[in-house]
């Protein structure tokens, strides 16, 4: 679905969604984590599984 007329504000450090834009209906909530992708040519953000941000975070904190 392809949406219009939104406002979105981008920055280096975050995107601040427009106000009129329901996340509750993605079933994204506060906490949820994403990470860029790149699908032919486009940058996509692609929601990341709690169970894996939690074993990437275990991972990552092993090699500090």
Excluded at 45 to 58: A, H, Q, Y
């Amino acid at each position: 679905m392809k949406y219009y007329d939104y406002e979105w504000d981008l920055e280096p450090n975050r995107i601040l969604l427009d106000e009129e834009l329901n996340v509750d209906k993605l079933g994204w909530k506060a906490g949820d984590y994403f990470k860029v992708a790149n699908v032919d040519g486009r940058a996509m953000l692609v929601k990341v599984d709690p169970l894996e941000k939690f074993l990437r975070d275990g991972v990552d904190n092993e090699k500090a």
